[in-house]
């Protein structure tokens, strides 16, 4: 028997037949059309995973489970709500059952099922309790409590990038003030060089982005770091005191045998793990005892089919 | 059968024996001589249970278990660690062993026990997914997953009065600036009040405690509140707003069926209750779904014995 999983993300949605050991052996994708509606797009998988199949001579009845990442929400009535696809409570489970009917059906938030992913078979398996940080655009995290994924009693748990670990100069895009996202996304990167660029100081990240403020991205930032910039140096500095203050709180709370970081920022990974045991031992309550492994996501984008496929 | 559940305070420990209904059949209680040391106290506990046993014509062969809350962290190797009780390290598991041969012998964390015993018989029963705050001098927090008590892989989790939230004024006795217990504990209470009165506002506050400022404590913030005092209204507004964006992180990470309110703050439940769930509805990141029932606990000082007995 084979799985597949699906991850659907913002701009596009990737697909692929997995087998028992967490091998992706075929693969697909296409754009996420948002215009198309909720309808639209899961009409769009449809055809996708049918021609998977016919394409590598499977048949549904080989297929023992389909599961779902999405970017947003599944309540426990299998209600789906993504800000950024404009879905608002859409009937998830239904409509996918309805289009796949003889297969199980799974679905979870993205970064969760990464999460699941990296727990099987990436940087957090064989551990007890898990948690894994997707440090992109925004901040996702997952949980894995007894290696099986935690979301709590309603399913809202595991929103760790909105975590409120501080004050900010700026709003997160939630309504609230100081989350997580608001400090160690790449978007925070990216705001705070801008800031600190627009409040006249001269940047080597200036000249990598042609001189255009608006064309700066975190990968940028990394790269003038390693050329001893001192605003670069100053922007990461504050990125890695934040995320460091963050996986304190997770230490305290949850206390996981392994901190997993992923998504885009996450190949910078030689600057973020330098010295950050140090940094987070500084913030936790216990500072003489064994405390979290912290590592990079060994799956990279690979984490949300894989993860998907095994919900 | 029965249980025995032992309650370490700062100040004095209360023994009780328990049934498997969660009555306390027997109870009793000494002083924490702290002087005395960490066998000492040990030598006092085993002189107060054999004393306790004796006098109720019970015999160490009808106790199933003998459970030790502590006011600190137990570590997967048994060593306990006490500030307050100036223990660091000190031997708990063989100690106790030595001094009980033929009974189980078990310890845990004094707020993740009085969890325990309100989830099995008290505010969070039936609940999966329960958090409890402890709210007193400091801020303790126990955390239940699946009905079990859960402090993570080395034990070091549900430390969650000490999550940074914020930025304030005064640092936290960890060494941190913006934990939970600095905002919503009885002693920042007490020192906002002073603040605001060394500040040069008028409070009724100040009569309560005789003109001297050294002699406010919680209640009489609460008591003026009731009396519409202006600064103990800006006290307690603040106390709240900031308890609301801790139950919300609650809620964003672990989403738990409900958070219970217990320590000594609680005792002004009617205060702390009223409009709460809107305020933390306010800061959890999905607005329109159920969340976490919020509580206060209902075994009181109970928690602690009845918890232990059945750790």
Chains 1, 2 share one sequence.
């Not at 016919?54 to 209600?79: C, D, H, R, T, Y």
């Not at 970064?111 to 727990?119: K, N, P, W």
Request: proline fraction near 1%.
């Amino acid at each position: 028997m084979y799985y597949i999983g699906v991850d659907i993300g913002g701009t596009g949605i990737q697909a692929g037949v997995v087998d028992n050991q967490g091998k992706i052996l075929f693969r697909t994708e296409c754009k996420t059309v948002v215009k198309k509606g909720f309808e639209g797009i899961l009409d769009d998988i449809k055809i996708m995973i049918d021609k998977l199949l016919e394409e590598n001579n499977l048949n549904m009845k080989e297929i023992k489970s389909i599961g779902f990442g999405v970017p947003g929400f599944i309540n426990k009535k299998g209600l789906v709500t993504c800000v950024n696809l404009k879905w608002d409570g859409e009937s998830f489970e239904n409509e996918l059952k309805r289009r796949f009917p003889n297969v199980e059906i799974h679905g979870e938030n993205d970064a969760t099922v990464a999460a699941l992913g990296e727990s099987k078979f990436g940087s957090m398996k064989g551990a007890d309790v898990g948690v894994l940080y997707t440090l992109g655009t925004g901040v996702g995290g997952g949980i894995v409590i007894n290696q099986k994924v935690f979301s709590g009693a309603h399913g809202l748990g595991s929103e760790i990038g909105h975590q409120v670990i501080g004050e900010n100069y700026f709003d997160c895009n939630c309504g609230n003030n100081g989350c997580v996202e608001t400090f160690c996304s790449a978007t925070a990167i990216i705001k705070y060089s801008q800031k600190l660029i627009q409040e006249g100081r001269k940047s080597r990240i200036l000249d990598l982005a042609e001189g255009d403020l608006e064309k700066i991205n975190a990968k940028m930032v990394f790269d003038a770091y390693r050329e001893n910039d001192i605003v670069a140096i100053e922007v990461i500095t504050r990125f890695k005191s934040y995320l460091a203050k963050t996986f304190a709180n997770t230490i305290n709370t949850l206390d996981p045998e392994i901190i997993s970081i992923g998504g885009g920022v996450s190949k910078a990974s030689d600057i973020i793990l330098d010295g950050i045991e140090d940094l987070v031992r500084k913030y936790v309550l216990y500072k003489k005892e064994d405390i979290a492994k912290i590592v990079c996501a060994t799956l990279g984008s690979d984490a949300g089919i894989i993860g998907a496929a095994f919900l």
